[in-house]
C-alpha cells in the first residue's frame, strides 16, 4: 500500500497504521509499560524505556504525520508541551514574530515563562502579511501562526507567510488546531512546523490531553526528538490510543462540524439580538478569499458578541445554554461555549485582549455534531 497515494479518508485510517506484529491485532495495542528487556546491554527491539519511545505512542506519531502529508511526527503531554518544546530550540536574544490573536496560553506561555529568558516576541495582526515585513530582522528565528485564529477567526495566508520566512531562512510554526488537516495542510503551503493540541478535534471527546507536531525536515525532525526525549513532557500509551481511535473518525467528525458550523453562522447573523459574528465562511470575512484558497471548509468554531453587549450578558446568555456545555476547550462531538474573556483568554491583560477584539461580550462557540435544529433552538432560546 503506497500511502502517499491515499485519500485522506483514508489517511485517518490507514495512515502510518499497521497490524500489530505480535498477533495481528487491528488496533494499535497499549503498551502500558515504562521499560523494555534488553538481550544484551544496548540491544533492544527498537525500545529501551517509555520517555523515549512507546509504540502506542509511535502509530500515533505515524498517524498524525500521515494525515498532514508530513514526515516526522512527535506526540507530547499537552498542546502547549509541543510549543514549549518548539521554543527550546530557540536561545537568549532570539525574536519571535506571533500573531497578535492568538491562544491565551500561547501568549501566557511565550510572554510569562520565556521572555524572561530572553526570547523576544513581537504580536503583530497578520492578516496583513505586510505587517511581518516591519518588524522581521536579524534576530528572528521563528513566525509563529494560528490561523483561524482563537478566538477572533482571523485567517491568516500560510503560503505568503512562507514566502517571507524562507526569503529571511526563518522556521514557519502553525498552530492547525482549528482547521485540522481535514481542512488546511500547513506544511503543503510551506510550513516547516504544524502543531496540533490534539486534545481538541483529533482526539475529538474531550477524553483526552495530547500535543503533537509534524515535521518534514530530517535535522530538525532529530533536535525535536531530542529535546522530547531530554524534557520528559510526552503522553502517555492509553493517551495515545485514545487519540488513535479520535483521528479514525476525523473526516466523518469534520463533515459534520463543518455543516453544523456553517448552519450557526448563519443563523446568528440573522438575529435581532446578535450585533457581530466571526465566521470565516462569510463573504464579508476580511480574509474570505484566503480561507477559500487554504481551507477545504470552514470549520465549527464560531465567535459572537450579542447586541448590547457586556460583561453581564454574555455571562448570562452561556449560563442559560442547555445543549451546549459552559466549559473550557473545543473540538469534542458535543457543543461547548466559552466566554474567552474570563476563560480561554483570562491570562492576557485587558488592553491587549480588546486591541484584538476579545471584548468582555464575547462568546466563543465550539459547534459539535448534534442535530443543527437542536443547537439552533438552543441558542434562540439562551439569546430570548
Not at 146 to 156: D, G, K, L, Q
Not at 331 to 358: C, D, N, Q, W
Not at 359 to 372: P, Q, T
Amino acid at each position: 500500500m503506497n500511502e502517499k497515494k491515499l485519500r485522506f479518508n483514508s489517511k485517518a485510517i490507514h495512515g502510518g497504521q499497521h497490524p500489530d506484529k505480535a498477533y495481528g491485532a487491528v488496533m494499535p495495542p497499549i503498551y502500558q509499560t515504562s521499560t523494555y528487556a534488553q538481550t544484551s546491554p544496548g540491544e533492544h527491539k527498537g525500545y529501551e524505556y517509555s520517555r523515549s519511545g512507546n509504540p502506542t505512542r509511535t502509530a500515533l506519531e505515524n498517524a498524525v504525520a500521515s494525515i498532514e502529508n508530513g514526515t516526522y511526527g512527535m506526540a507530547f503531554a499537552s498542546g502547549l508541551a509541543a510549543i514549549d518544546a518548539l521554543l527550546k530550540l530557540l536561545e537568549p536574544g532570539d525574536e519571535v514574530i506571533s500573531t497578535g490573536d492568538l491562544y491565551g496560553g500561547s501568549y501566557r506561555l511565550f510572554k510569562k515563562m520565556y521572555e524572561k529568558y530572553g526570547i523576544v516576541f513581537r504580536f503583530v495582526d497578520m492578516g496583513n502579511v505586510e505587517n511581518i515585513a516591519e518588524v522581521i530582522n536579524g534576530k528572528t528565528k521563528m513566525i509563529w501562526v494560528e490561523t483561524p485564529t482563537n478566538p477572533m477567526m482571523n485567517i491568516i495566508d500560510i503560503e505568503a507567510v512562507a514566502r517571507i520566512s524562507k526569503k529571511h531562512h526563518v522556521l514557519l510554526a502553525v498552530d492547525n488546531t482549528f482547521a485540522t488537516p481535514y481542512l488546511q495542510q500547513p506544511l503543503e503551503l510551506g510550513a516547516d512546523i504544524v502543531m496540533h493540541s490534539a486534545t481538541k478535534y483529533l482526539g475529538g471527546h474531550s477524553d483526552v490531553v495530547v500535543g503533537a507536531l509534524v515535521v518534514n525536515d530530517k535535522d530538525l525532525a532529530d533536535q525535536l526528538y531530542f529535546i522530547q526525549k531530554a524534557s520528559g513532557a510526552i503522553c502517555g500509551p492509553m493517551d495515545a490510543f485514545l487519540t488513535l481511535r479520535g483521528i479514525k473518525t476525523l473526516h466523518v467528525r469534520m463533515q459534520r462540524h463543518c455543516e453544523n458550523g456553517a448552519a450557526i453562522a448563519e443563523y446568528l447573523a440573522k438575529h435581532p439580538k446578535v450585533e457581530k459574528v466571526y465566521w470565516p465562511g462569510f463573504e464579508s470575512h476580511p480574509n474570505h478569499e484566503v480561507a477559500k484558497k487554504q481551507m477545504s471548509g470552514f470549520g465549527g468554531m464560531i465567535s459572537f458578541v450579542p447586541k448590547g453587549g457586556s460583561y453581564k450578558n454574555a455571562v448570562k446568555i452561556v449560563e442559560q445554554l442547555k445543549i451546549f456545555t459552559l466549559a473550557e476547550s473545543l473540538g469534542g462531538v458535543e457543543s461547548l461555549a466559552g466566554h474567552p474573556a474570563s476563560m480561554s483568554h483570562a491570562g492576557i491583560p485587558k488592553e491587549e485582549r480588546e486591541k484584538s477584539g476579545i471584548v468582555d461580550a464575547l462568546i466563543r462557540l465550539s459547534v459539535g455534531i448534534e442535530d443543527a435544529e437542536d443547537l439552533i433552538a438552543d441558542l434562540e432560546q439562551a439569546l430570548n
